[in-house]
């Protein structure tokens, strides 16, 4: 017949193994929810030592020789003093869950839970709670009940406190961690009065399966929630970039541009077509990048700002001059980045009455990124310095960047005579 102790060591050792395969999973599988990762593992790992560790003093208990009194003692050591500290972490796992909810912050309750645990951590290590005799037995000591007072009063203050969040948590979610704060409490009451089948450990495997599955359903919550801010990041950056590109195409330019084309016909045949190629591949390039939701390399993204920029020049002739220049190809931009900026420099300054402007446009790769450099000098004009920041074309700008390549944007100088703008992109990212 299956002894009592056989049991408990048989649980226990299940329990470990699948304390194992949730830390494993937490590792594998968790990375859409790093807020929790560590804590998942660290409450994984208590459990593990706690329950391996019953198992151990279980299997060497009553047994003579060095060996047996070393994991016997160790076994017994680690089992008390890995429950307090798993009731520590899992304290910090509530509260972190409910402070994500945007319930009230928990942190002295934390902090008070976790001095308490390494208090009776040293009561354990002094010998307050248990003795090992000279048969190397287990024997409870005089103070062993307040060993499961702290275990009841924390887990009774935990489950008051995930009550009165309840509101905060979907309702699967709220039966799992009600369960989980409960179950300790109600398994330490019998263990108090009933010596034999140990209550707190089965119960400790039964919730280590409860907080996995519900770990895993809470994973899926924010996969889902990530997916649906997702959605609308990305129609709220599509309705920005048409925003984008329709303000850029301004019907003075696009006249001006056919004026002149119009007027080098007869004189100029040959100018003319090319200015229509650029006008063409100006226009083709704005309507297609509405479709577009991935990055383009950079050397037609470049392509089309040098378009604009001759475009420019016909329209305001000896008025601007550029310089374009880059010292690698291998990476890719989200579409009309640079030109947005461009031309938002550009047209800035025409709105300002400036004399003249000179746009140079710079790529390059650095050791652990790519950097685009934008600077317009401008001269005359009448605007005055500020700081571009809120300046809606960067904005986009500095939002599809992030979106689409993790890159950040930076304005270096906004100033009437000088803008410069730094994009960098990460080279990983590509």
């Known amino acids: 017949m299956l002894s009592v102790r056989t049991l408990n060591i048989s649980i226990e050792l299940w329990g470990s193994v699948f304390c194992l395969v949730c830390i494993i999973s937490s590792l594998l599988f968790s990375r859409n929810e790093p807020r929790y990762r560590g804590l998942l593992i660290e409450m994984f790992s208590m459990a593990f030592l706690s329950l391996t560790g ?6 060497f208990r ?3 020789g060095q060996l047996a009194w070393t994991a ?9 003093a890995a429950g307090y500290l798993l009731l520590a972490a899992v ?3 509530l509260r972190e869950r409910i402070d994500e909810a945007g319930g009230p912050n928990y942190v002295a309750w934390c902090n008070a839970v976790s001095v308490g645990a390494a208090a009776m951590c040293l009561c354990t290590l002094l010998g307050l709670f248990y003795i090992i005799d000279e048969n190397n037995l287990y024997q409870r000591s005089d103070w062993y009940w307040l060993s499961q007072v702290f275990l009841m009063a924390c887990s009774l203050a935990n489950a008051i406190i995930v009550l ?4 905060r948590f979907v309702h699967s979610s709220l039966i799992c961690l009600q369960f989980y704060t409960l179950a300790p409490l109600i398994a330490s009451g019998f263990q108090t009065f009933i010596y034999g089948f140990n209550f707190t450990q089965f119960v400790e495997v039964v919730g280590i ?5 519900e770990m895993q359903m809470h994973s899926s919550e924010i996969l889902v929630k990530q997916t649906e801010e997702l959605a609308h990041s990305r129609v709220a950056l599509s309705e920005r970039r048409m925003s984008a590109i329709v303000s850029q195409m301004q ?5 001006d541009t056919l004026d002149a084309v119009s007027a080098m016909c007869d004189d100029n045949p040959a100018k003319a077509k090319r200015i229509l190629v650029d006008f063409s591949q100006y226009l083709r390039t704005n309507l297609q990048a509405l479709q577009l939701v991935t990055p383009i390399p950079i050397v037609d993204e470049l392509s089309q700002v040098r378009s604009y920029l001759r475009l420019v020049d016909v329209s305001h002739k000896n008025w601007l001059s550029h310089q374009i220049n880059h010292s690698t190809a291998d990476f890719a931009v989200p579409p009309l980045s640079i030109q947005t900026i461009v031309e938002n420099t550009v047209n800035r300054a025409l709105d300002d009455h400036a004399t003249k402007c000179t746009v140079t446009v710079s790529a390059g790769a650095a050791q652990y990124e790519y950097w685009i450099s934008i600077v317009a000098s401008i001269e005359g004009g009448d605007a005055e310095d500020n700081d571009g ?9 500095r939002t599809q960047l992030a979106a689409m390549c993790n890159g950040t944007l930076r304005v270096a100088s906004w100033t009437a005579s000088n803008r410069t703008v730094l994009l960098h992109l990460p080279r990983a990212a590509q």
Do not use: C, S, W
């Not at 016997?72 to 008390?80: L, V």
């Not at 009165?164 to 509101?167: A, D, F």
């Not at 920041?389 to 700008?397: G, L």
């Open 62 to 64: 009553g047994k003579e």
């Open 54 to 59: 019953d198992a151990v003093a279980g299997i």
């Open 209 to 213: 399966i409860v907080l996995f599955i």
């Open 91 to 93: 304290t910090q796992y």
């Open 389 to 397: 920041q809120r300046d809606p074309a960067i904005e986009n700008v």
């Open 164 to 167: 009165r969040n309840r509101n």
């Open 72 to 80: 016997t003692h160790i076994g017994n050591f680690a089992t008390f």
């Open 251 to 255: 019907p003075n330019m696009m006249f």
